[in-house]
């Protein structure tokens, strides 16, 4: 049974990752083609990408889930709540408003903005109410006093703001999402989009004669005047709230990548006299989707999906086939995965710990878990590359990614020279806890998002970005190193009785603190060169540019400490704790201090977050520095007990 162990322990999840690669979602038959309406582009953020991207996103911010849950108030496992996928609740958005408006997706937890908008604080399942996720037919009623407190807090700094003040200021923004995800396709307050895109077209040349004439003071038709102008004013509205662009350029023109947004189209479209060019034909397409959607006709909304789809491929095939691939890597989820992965390699690293001589083949099936997700993580990100033509680290969301897979990719060779289960521990800290916080950074919104234009350089964020961002991963690696050693020499006698793990683990230490201090200093040099390329100056002593250079002289000193002989194994575990903390101000805190080149901002639950994580860093290095008196380990060598054969 010891023989097959790591085969069973790897087996299942080996699996499921190349299971799930053929398992992606597919259209049922005789169902409306959501997989394929998902795939059609559309641009936004700067880039192209398919509805079901889109779709996602938007979620994210309006319910921190890829998916729509239209029954919260049922229990997931008993009660079996309908719930639909990101581009199933984008087809509702954009073809029937009116349907879509009863769908609970904001997510509301402040209960101070509940009251100001009068909604239901409490869970009531006979009134189907959860106390936590509202529609826009609750909210809208009360929409301009949230418009008011909106100003209100817009005109404060963001770190002034309170927990109400950024709690009004995120539904705000997921207003604006989901007004804006409403006028993408047609006017949301449109009935039969089909027959009324059809009857503004027929309209436009007369409509525009009576406007000519209006403005002259010449003799105009009322009724066609009235009729033009309400159109525009819709379609000026669709502009207005900056939808994504869905309506591609004419084949000619494909090179320009000028997509344009359906409101501004139909405009288009009134001053060009109503000429039938490329833009009124994509207008066409979708109008046809949405009647057949809203008149639940799946089959004539495939075969409207299927003959745009067919349409654009002689001229856009590059951007079917780009979005196409992102829609099977939003569906098959790879950080997800590899996030399970590490939570299993973790827990059978813990029950190895407990007996190491009966569980070393449960510490070898850790092992591989860990190769396994390495593998899919770095898979993931891979595909970022490919997808964005760019290097793996372009927004704090791939740092975090790029953090986990490099040290993952440093502790599969620390197990394969020291085993004891501890480069697995360390990688599965840091691989979860970097995929948890890039999830929370997805909340935010795309996170493929075009570059700023001063950091839009392959060759720099090849170089420096990611030389740099080496030097956090093997910094929190070997934070987490120490943070291990301290808790094991602390709370267990393992560490005493068994001394060769104890020099392990100061090897270890030394080792990715070595490789750090490397990597570090050269990201930062190349940074004051890229500087002096971009602003003319190698060194401004901005924010970033000092945290870059404090996580390089802490890791120097941290070195010289126990070159020089001033601090023993404690001692240098605790300062390599001390590292997490420089690391992460470095990493996160001087983004949001406001100032410098490099501020994206102050975002209140990433200011917490961090505080919460300094704090965390400091109380561990109090419990390193607890008496060896009170060590577990020294009470059992005092008392004269044998220790056990190493494993």
Not at 29 to 47: D, K
Not at 166 to 191: E, G, H, I
Not at 379 to 392: S, V
Not at 515 to 523: H, P, T
């Amino acid at each position: 049974m010891k023989k097959w162990l790591p085969l069973l322990v790897v087996l299942p999840f080996v699996l499921w990752v190349v299971i799930a690669w053929w398992l992606t979602p597919k259209d049922k038959p005789e169902t409306f083609a959501v997989q394929e309406f998902g795939r059609l582009p559309v641009l936004t953020n700067g880039r192209i990408q398919p509805i079901d991207s889109l779709a996602r996103n938007s979620l994210l911010q309006l319910r921190e889930k890829q998916t729509a849950n239209l029954e919260p108030w049922k229990s997931v496992f008993f009660e079996h709540p309908q719930i639909i996928s990101g581009t199933e609740w984008a087809m509702g958005m954009m073809m029937n408003p009116q349907k879509a408006d009863q769908w609970p997706v904001f997510r509301i937890d402040h209960p101070e903005l509940k009251s100001l908008l009068g909604l239901p604080a409490e869970a009531d399942k006979e009134k189907h109410d959860d106390g936590k996720h509202y529609s826009w037919s609750q909210l809208s009623p009360k929409l301009q006093e949230l418009q008011d407190e909106s100003r209100r807090v817009s005109a404060l700094e963001a770190p002034k703001r309170n927990q109400f003040d950024n709690a009004v200021s995120k539904l705000w923004n997921a207003v604006a999402v989901y007004m804006r995800l409403q006028n993408t396709l047609q006017p949301q307050n449109a009935k039969d989009w089909a027959a009324e895109q059809a009857a503004y077209q027929q309209i436009i040349p007369a409509g525009v004669d009576a406007v000519r004439n209006q403005q002259a003071g010449k003799p105009f038709d009322k009724a066609v005047f009235q009729q033009i102008m309400e159109d525009i004013q819709r379609f000026d509205t669709m502009s207005q709230v900056e939808p994504p662009a869905l309506i591609p350029p004419p084949a000619a023109a494909r090179a320009s990548r000028e997509w344009k947004r359906t409101g501004a189209a139909l405009l288009e479209a009134a001053r060009k006299g109503g000429v039938d060019d490329e833009p009124q034909k994509a207008i066409k397409a979708y109008a046809r989707m949405a009647s057949a959607y809203k008149n639940d006709q799946w089959a004539f909304f495939n075969q409207a999906v299927a003959d745009y789809r067919a349409s654009l491929l002689p001229a856009f095939a590059t951007e079917l086939r780009k979005t196409e691939r992102e829609q099977f890597f939003n569906a098959y989820e790879p950080f997800i995965k590899a996030m399970t992965i590490y939570i299993f390699a973790g827990l059978c690293v813990l029950v190895f710990w407990f007996a190491p001589r009966r569980f070393e083949p449960l510490r070898r099936g850790a092992f591989w878990l860990m190769v396994l997700a390495f593998i899919v993580q770095f898979g993931g990100l891979l595909f970022r590359m490919i997808q964005e033509g760019r290097p793996p680290v372009t927004n704090l969301y791939s740092s975090a990614i790029f953090i986990g897979t490099v040290a993952c990719f440093l502790c599969i060779f620390i197990e394969a020279f020291w085993r004891y289960g501890i480069g697995i521990m360390i990688s599965s800290i840091v691989g979860f806890g970097t995929l948890i916080i890039a999830h929370h950074l997805a909340l935010a919104g795309d996170t493929m998002e075009m570059m700023r234009a001063v950091l839009d350089s392959n060759f720099w964020l090849a170089t420096h970005v990611v030389a740099v961002t080496f030097g956090y991963a093997a910094t929190f690696a070997a934070g987490i190193c120490a943070v291990l050693y301290i808790f094991l020499r602390v709370f267990t006698p393992v560490l005493t009785l068994i001394p060769e793990i104890n020099k392990v683990f100061s090897k270890i230490a030394y080792a990715i603190i070595c490789f750090a201090v490397l990597f570090s200093f050269v990201g930062t040099v190349l940074g004051g060169i890229w500087a002096d390329q971009s602003w003319g100056r190698f060194w401004g002593w901005d924010p970033k540019e000092n945290g870059a250079l404090i996580i390089v002289l802490w890791n120097a000193i941290v070195l010289h400490a126990r070159w020089g002989g001033l601090v023993r194994e404690r001692g240098l575990m605790n300062m390599i704790v001390f590292g997490n903390i420089v690391t992460a101000w470095s990493w996160f805190g001087v983004n949001m201090l406001g100032i410098g080149l490099h501020s994206y901002g102050f975002t209140s639950g990433e200011s917490k977050a961090l505080g919460l994580f300094i704090l965390s860093q400091v109380v561990i290095i109090g419990i390193g520095l607890v008496p060896k008196s009170l060590w577990p380990g020294h009470r059992v060598v005092q008392a004269g007990l044998p220790p056990p054969l190493p494993a």
